[in-house]
């Protein structure tokens, strides 16, 4: 029947095209979704060179209703886990349409309860190191590169189908740079710097691998205890941190040295969302590429994406010293604010220092869960 909702398994190149061009349907009329760039989806959805889907049993599901694509959802597990693992979904897009978000979940439960899964959650696209989360306020602004964007009605749906918060994130809109730097920290982070024997330096573009090998260490390292945390094969980091090179400005990748030796780092990157606005259908060509190297010159906003610090160096106020010399590093390139995102509820020490800077809480991402036996 053409009133029929079906689900359709996506095992095809047709298919997967059908399925990463989705969101341009969903937000049609929502002017403050930025569309991503559609080589980066195809990249993402490269099943062969992506290396979380090689660790990871995956499937891609589409719902069909009145002969129309109407949702979808990717469900993965790692390929090598205990028995207590937990599922885990993303890329959840759906018509405003209770039924249709009901139908996707009850089939992609089935396929993680054949796997003998008991709990679920997400969103993550695909891994908590990528976009995640569902968007809960603020549905007025627009998004920062990265970070998720979603219709108002997503966080009602995900309730009416029983799910719970598994943890909450928040995002702080930071004032003009200009506003951070006062005499006061000037004067405690010189004070930390001497006292630490603590230098401050940009990531060295001309040594790639040896800055890739850095910042591995210092990132599975600095986050090993943190909520959702799961530590990045070299593989992996390397893959993600190629992908983030292609927006980053070198200039805002800080690495905190000891005595030389490497102990924390804070990750900014230009909010390219601002270039991705100007190209509404995703494609490079014929003239998107050339309102991407003409809008990337005239980006004005950052998000600062991470910060961590070695465990046994934490509490000496080297991410402070950072956070310094990075906003002094964005007034001499001109930017004037941006974002601090995503910082989980349950981290009071990130939470206290983006409130210390000016940082204004203006939204919040949810991670769901639910047990599904």
């Known amino acids: 029947m053409e009133n029929e909702i079906r689900i359709k398994v996506v095992n095809t190149p047709k298919d997967l095209q059908a399925f990463i061009r989705l969101p341009w349907v969903i937000y049609k009329k929502h002017p403050n979704w930025v569309p991503p760039l559609m080589a980066a989806q195809k990249s993402l959805f490269d099943f062969e060179r992506n290396p979380f889907w090689k660790t990871h049993e995956h499937a891609l599901f589409m719902v069909m209703k009145r002969g129309q694509i109407s949702a979808r959802i990717a469900v993965f597990i790692p390929k090598v886990s205990e028995d207590s693992v937990i599922g885990h979904f993303g890329f959840l897009e759906t018509i405003n349409d209770q039924e249709v978000f009901n139908q996707l979940l009850s089939h992609s439960h089935k396929w993680f309860q054949q796997r003998g899964i ?80 603590l230098s401050i330096r940009s990531a060295n573009k001309k040594r790639p691998v040896r800055e890739f090998d850095i910042l591995h260490r210092l990132y599975n390292r600095s986050f090993e205890d943190h909520w959702g945390f799961e530590n990045l094969s070299k593989e992996a980091f390397n893959h993600l941190a190629t992908d983030l090179m292609q927006i980053a400005d070198p200039d805002l990748l800080l690495i905190a040295e000891k005595e030389g030796v490497p102990v924390g780092f804070v990750l900014c990157v230009p909010n390219f969302n601002e270039v991705l606005q100007e190209i509404p259908n995703g494609k490079l060509w014929p003239l998107g590429i050339f309102k991407l190297l003409w809008y990337r010159r005239k980006i004005k906003t950052v998000r600062v994406m991470t910060t961590g610090v070695l465990p046994e160096f934490r509490d000496l106020g080297i991410g402070l010293t950072l956070m310094r010399r990075l906003t002094e590093i964005i007034i001499s390139k001109g930017y004037s604010g941006g974002e601090i995102s995503w910082v989980a509820e349950n981290n009071p020490v990130m939470n206290k220092a983006a409130t210390s800077i000016g940082g204004r809480p203006y939204k919040k991402i949810c991670i769901y869960q639910l047990k599904i036996t």
């Open 118 to 197: 008991k709990e679920v959650m997400g969103p993550f696209n695909p891994s908590i190191h990528h976009e995640s989360g569902v968007l809960q306020d603020s549905f007025e602004e627009r998004p920062f590169i990265m970070m998720p964007y979603n219709p108002p009605y997503y966080p009602e749906f995900y309730q009416r189908a029983g799910f719970e918060k598994a943890m909450d994130f928040c995002a702080y809109s930071i004032p003009r740079a200009e506003k951070i730097l006062d005499a006061r920290l000037i004067k405690v982070t010189d004070k930390l710097m001497l006292n630490l024997q």
